[in-house]
């Protein structure tokens, strides 16, 4: 249980690692086709490193793997690409901490896990913590249609996230597989589920380049927030409950902090009270 905490944790630093680092690309794309070249470009590094291992046979479990690449990856990180641009790096990743508890009951409807009281403590002080940012959020100013269109994609993005990470729970529940093995399958799944925007792909570039080269960037963000990233969510989600494990990933807001003020993004009081019920909320799920 302590190695599937420190990698869900460790997830989490890589995602917010990450999420600054495709916030600063200077790029033309469009949120899916990053998404694409990102899931293409992670699914190549993680290739050599499973090459040669037996795989199961079972396909029920590979599928659930496939659905969740697809609605977890495919879908979820696009909008989570289109809100990042939007929204910024910390009022994205507090959006998506709301995972933990859709996970939770949705754990309990389809998994039959029954969070203890103080897991349940826990998702409310995290919960807590996402309200007190929206209300900050809300309090400071008008909202403008792009803030808007930001929430709405970072919300579907939670619902994408947390159903494919309990599709994820239940296929590595009842499949013998390496986590690095998991995350290849459903890397895999979202890049043929997003082959087509291929077709849309700038054949030159336009207009002036940048002064500086975008692929070491590119490189850096994809190794931390798909490769390892994913690869240590699947060693979470392997080794605990499918909502103490969601809870744990949703650290990546309290960690965000000192990426806000790289951005220009000031919390304030409210934010740094909200980092703290995340704390405790994690506090809580980890006892």
């Given amino acids: ?95 998506d901490a709301g995972g933990p508890a859709v996970t939770a009951v949705a754990g309990m409807v389809w ?52 159903a494919g990470a309990l599709l994820s729970r239940a296929a590595l529940r009842d499949l013998a597989i390496d986590p690095l093995q998991s995350a290849l399958v459903r890397l895999l799944a979202a890049a043929v589920m997003l082959l087509p925007l291929l077709l849309s792909l700038p054949r030159a570039p336009s207009g002036p380049r940048p002064a500086r080269r975008r692929w070491p960037l590119a490189l850096l963000a994809t190794l931390l927030g798909t490769t390892a990233g994913i690869a240590l969510q699947q060693t979470a989600l392997q080794r605990l409950p499918g909502g103490l494990a969601v809870a744990l990933l949703a650290t990546a807001p309290v960690l965000a902090m000192p990426v806000a003020a790289w951005e220009g993004d000031r919390p304030g009081w409210r934010g740094w009270l909200a980092a703290l019920l995340a704390l405790a909320g994690v506090s809580c799920v980890v006892v």
């Fill in 1 to 95: 249980m302590l190695i599937g905490v420190l990698a869900a944790l460790a997830a989490a630093l890589c995602w917010t690692l990450a999420s600054g680092l495709w916030r600063a690309l200077p790029t033309s794309l469009s949120a899916g086709q990053l998404n694409l070249l990102k899931n293409l470009l992670a699914a190549s590094l993680l290739l050599p490193l499973v090459w040669g291992r037996p795989w199961p046979a079972a396909p029920q479990p590979l599928l659930l793997l496939v659905l969740s690449g697809v609605l977890g990856i495919a879908c979820g990180d696009s909008l989570y690409f289109a809100a990042l641009r939007r929204l910024g790096t910390r009022r994205t990743l507090t959006l």
């Fill in 111 to 162: 998994l039959a896990e029954r969070p203890a009281a103080l897991d349940w403590l826990g998702l409310a002080l995290i919960t807590a913590a996402l309200l007190l940012v929206a209300m900050r959020d809300q309090a400071g100013g008008a909202q403008t249609r792009r803030q808007l269109q930001g929430v709405a994609l970072a919300l579907g993005a939670l619902l994408c996230g947390s």
